[in-house]
């Protein structure tokens, strides 16, 4: 079954860190990545830029509206994720507490399929 971990984390928590604390958590995450590769369990990972370099885009009837990041109302960011290939629920749920972002954001479990199901 395919699994994506979903890393959602505080808006500016990025901006909170110095450079060198970034590049050390992305390296720690790198090597969960790797790992997960060396496992068979990894079919995708990316990271993703701060919400202030997003758009959101909405289509009412023949309206569309695009908004520029940063989003005002907006507590979280989706920060990255991770596609993944499980036996099971229980070890996706497994890897999400091994993911070192576990420990400065929350990290969803989300099993892949149709949205109607």
């Known amino acids: 079954m395919a ?3 979903i890393v959602v984390e505080p ?5 909170s860190r110095t450079e060198a604390e970034g590049r050390a958590l992305y390296d720690r995450m790198l090597r969960f990545s790797e790992d997960l590769k ?14 202030t370099q997003g758009v ?3 289509v009412e009837g023949n309206q569309s509206t695009v908004v520029d990041g940063p ?6 960011m989706i920060g990255g994720f991770f596609i993944l290939t499980c036996e099971t629920r229980d ?7 091994e993911c070192p972002a576990a420990s400065w954001a929350t990290v969803e479990v ?7 199901s």
């Open 38 to 51: 060396s496992r068979g369990l990894l079919t995708m990972t990316q990271s993703l830029k701060t919400d």
């Open 71 to 76: 989003f005002a109302e907006a507590k979280e």
């Open 110 to 116: 989300r099993e892949l399929g149709p949205c109607f």
């Open 3 to 5: 699994y994506a971990l």
């Open 91 to 97: 070890q996706a749920i497994a890897l999400a507490k």
């Open 11 to 15: 808006v500016g928590q990025r901006q």
């Open 56 to 58: 959101r885009v909405r």
